[in-house]
């Protein structure tokens, strides 16, 4: 496993995260999950990421109970959540210094530890003003309740906006921003956010490296019996991926260049993402341990070279744009 500094940070995080999102305390019980987290911990992953928005917080209870019993040292691992999804009630949900302190508690407590290494605003709220989240999650890291601070999808001006609080207050950062990242979403990684790696130091934790299963080639020729896509409470992803279906074409072509390489195509679009230096770690979602071992097995490969970088952006195209020089 390598370990790579998160941002302009000292943290170190494992070249790849395990993630629980439709997994954990959904797809995975306890006793998968238990072996799945070891085998990760074994690996050398030691980046577990969460939020009280999965499962309603089984997730995180789930993960919590895992850790317990599987008795980590806590100086061992880097364990995240995210607030903004925590009920339906209007102080349930948002990032007010409330609720952004109930959810943090609330966490705390389902993962049954004293501190959150990584703690992340889920998404922007627009009803709250950033200098209020930005206090908020300052106060935490004080407290010693969360080490270090984030986003995830917010905007390049969103984030700033919260730097610029951060540093005019005298304030604790955000150092992290955790997007999707993969072959068919690229925009704000490479585009947008370009200007606040340099400036700020800002680091990044993926997710969704594999487009939720579009870059495993599985959904190319329509949905299969029992896939993910295929189940009732996924009809908004479904929807979502088939409004504009131009990215089907591209993963068979993908797919074909993958075979002339001997090269699985989810391990190609998984070491594409890790080719970028700005990632900090990328999160794998499973909900088996075979799927685990599979994707692990991908990090031992070389890295892609120049000749199928460019045979994979010939076929994608869809790279943003350079800065202009007038």
């Given at each position: 496993?390598?370990?790579?500094?998160?941002?302009?940070?000292?943290?170190?995080?494992?070249?790849?995260?395990?993630?629980?999102?439709?997994?954990?305390?959904?797809?995975?019980?306890?006793?998968?999950?238990?072996?799945?987290?070891?085998?990760?911990?074994?690996?050398?992953?030691?980046?577990?990421?969460?939020?009280?928005?999965?499962?309603?917080?089984?997730?995180?209870?789930?993960?919590?109970?895992?850790?317990?019993?599987?008795?980590?040292?806590?100086?061992?691992?880097?364990?995240?959540?995210?607030?903004?999804?925590?009920?339906?009630?209007?102080?349930?949900?948002?990032?007010?210094?409330?609720?952004?302190?109930?959810?943090?508690?609330?966490?705390?407590?389902?993962?049954?530890?004293?501190?959150?290494?990584?703690?992340?605003?889920?998404?922007?709220?627009?009803?709250?003003?950033?200098?209020?989240?930005?206090?908020?999650?300052?106060?935490?890291?004080?407290?010693?309740?969360?080490?270090?601070?984030?986003?995830?999808?917010?905007?390049?001006?969103?984030?700033?906006?919260?730097?610029?609080?951060?540093k005019a207050d005298k304030l604790h950062m955000?150092?992290?921003?955790?997007?999707?990242?993969?072959?068919?979403?690229?925009?704000?990684?490479?585009?947008?956010?370009?200007?606040?790696?340099?400036?700020?130091?800002?680091?990044?934790?993926?997710?969704?490296?594999?487009?939720?299963?579009?870059?495993?080639?599985?959904?190319?020729?329509?949905?299969?019996?029992?896939?993910?896509?295929?189940?009732?409470?996924?009809?908004?992803?479904?929807?979502?991926?088939?409004?504009?279906?131009?990215?089907?074409?591209?993963?068979?072509?993908?797919?074909?260049?993958?075979?002339?390489?001997?090269?699985?195509?989810?391990?190609?679009?998984?070491?594409?993402?890790?080719?970028?230096?700005?990632?900090?770690?990328?999160?794998?979602?499973?909900?088996?341990?075979?799927?685990?071992?599979?994707?692990?097995?991908?990090?031992?490969?070389?890295?892609?070279?120049?000749?199928?970088?460019?045979?994979?952006e010939s076929i994608v195209d869809n790279k943003?744009?350079?800065?202009?020089?007038?």
């Amino acid at each position: 496993m390598k370990y790579r500094r998160l941002g302009n940070s000292g943290l170190k995080l494992s070249e790849v995260g395990l993630g629980s999102w439709v997994t954990f305390g959904k797809q995975i019980d306890l006793s998968t999950g238990k072996q799945i987290m070891q085998e990760a911990y074994d690996a050398g992953i030691n980046f577990f990421d969460n939020a009280e928005g999965y499962e309603e917080g089984e997730a995180e209870r789930l993960m919590g109970d895992a850790i317990a019993s599987l008795g980590w040292s806590r100086d061992t691992f880097v364990l995240s959540s995210k607030a903004f999804w925590g009920g339906e009630k209007p102080t349930q949900k948002g990032l007010s210094r409330k609720h952004i302190f109930d959810a943090c508690h609330a966490a705390l407590k389902r993962l049954r530890v004293d501190y959150l290494d990584l703690y992340y605003c889920h998404r922007p709220d627009i009803d709250t003003p950033i200098r209020e989240t930005v206090w908020a999650m300052h106060d935490l890291v004080s407290q010693g309740k969360v080490m270090y601070w984030g986003t995830s999808e917010w905007n390049a001006q969103q984030i700033t906006e919260a730097i610029s609080v951060a540093k005019a207050d005298k304030l604790h950062m955000p150092i992290v921003e955790q997007p999707e990242y993969n072959l068919l979403k690229r925009d704000k990684v490479e585009g947008e956010y370009r200007p606040l790696y340099a400036l700020y130091g800002l680091g990044l934790t993926t997710f969704s490296p594999l487009a939720s299963g579009r870059l495993t080639g599985k959904y190319s020729n329509g949905i299969p019996k029992g896939s993910r896509l295929d189940l009732p409470e996924y009809a908004w992803l479904k929807e979502l991926f088939f409004e504009d279906d131009s990215w089907v074409q591209k993963v068979k072509l993908l797919s074909q260049l993958a075979s002339q390489y001997d090269i699985p195509l989810h391990h190609l679009a998984l070491k594409w993402v890790l080719a970028n230096p700005n990632v900090s770690s990328v999160i794998l979602g499973v909900s088996k341990l075979s799927q685990l071992t599979d994707n692990l097995s991908a990090l031992a490969r070389e890295p892609l070279d120049s000749g199928l970088i460019n045979s994979i952006e010939s076929i994608v195209d869809n790279k943003p744009n350079e800065p202009q020089r007038f």
